[in-house]
């Protein structure tokens, strides 16, 4: 799920500085592989775009990494290599692209359900996030294979349906988004109670316009779940693009109560009171 640090990076960009997108991912076009229209990103260029930001010590260092990699013959190195470099760009450049990738690269190797998960999480959870069509395609890509793989080891795997639905749903995947509705809505009819895939369902009948849809997913997870803070936010906002002005002011008054950061109480009693006027 949205974890609630992405959460409450959504909000703070969202109100304090809602024209600008935050600037977490290293954008870039290539020529093949998970195109959305005229545009695509390969992993190579964002790699290379990753080392432009680091020392030349620490390129050296990756270089030896990337070697051992292609020179390794044994899966349980090559795991191991993995997983150095991805701590590297996680740790020390604090760079998610490459993160991500080596984390994915080495739980295809580990081929385990946790790992898989795992990793398909951290693109997914980023793809909630992301505004640009471009790298939504490629981050929805790379969890969607995760997915299907974690899949063919536990199909009965709820979280991973949702997971899966979710890529196509928020992704550019697919010219049917309709693909990831019902994959979300196999599980949540089976079980309402389903936090994660009625949260899903909200963002998506957000996205797609049918607010009214949409308040009635997230007041499942509210109910299910009041510490909820996407949801209460995303609540308050469906309400307001549907001009209930005094729900959506009940509800960023929640929000403002739930939020820890002092700049985004400070944009939500500013919404707050342009509603009130």
């Not at 470099?85 to 739980?107: G, K, N, V």
Request: charged residues 25%; neutral net charge; aromatic residues 10%.
């Amino acid at each position: 799920m949205l974890t609630a640090g992405a959460a409450l990076l959504f909000l703070l960009f969202y109100f304090v500085s809602p024209t600008v997108a935050p600037d977490k991912h290293i954008h870039t076009e290539g020529d093949t592989t998970h195109s959305h229209g005229n545009q695509s990103i390969r992993f190579e260029d964002l790699l290379v775009k990753a080392k432009e930001k680091i020392s030349p010590e620490q390129a050296a260092r990756i270089g030896m990494l990337e070697n051992a990699v292609v020179r390794g013959d044994i899966k349980e190195q090559q795991i191991h290599v993995y997983h150095q470099l991805a701590r590297f760009w996680s740790d020390s450049a604090r760079i998610f692209e490459p993160y991500a990738w080596y984390t994915a690269e080495a739980a295809k190797l580990e081929n385990s359900e946790k790992s898989l998960t795992f990793a398909a999480h951290l693109f997914l959870n980023n793809l909630m996030t992301e505004g640009e069509p471009a790298m939504q395609n490629w981050l929805a890509s790379q969890a969607k294979v995760l997915f299907d793989k974690a899949l063919v080891l536990n199909p009965a795997n709820d979280s991973s349906k949702i997971g899966l639905g979710a890529c196509y749903l928020f992704g550019n995947i697919s010219d049917n988004p309709m693909q990831g509705i019902m994959s979300i809505r196999s599980v949540v009819e089976k079980n309402p109670d389903n936090v994660y895939g009625q949260m899903m369902l909200g963002l998506g009948g957000k996205k797609s316009g049918q607010y009214d849809k949409a308040i009635e997913r997230f007041l499942i997870v509210v109910k299910k779940d009041p510490e909820n803070l996407d949801a209460i936010f995303n609540l308050a906002e469906c309400y307001d693009i549907h001009n209930e002005k005094a729900n959506a002011i009940k509800w960023y008054e929640i929000a403002k109560e739930k939020v820890p950061v002092a700049a985004a109480k400070e944009a939500l009693s500013k919404r707050i009171a342009e509603l009130k006027r």
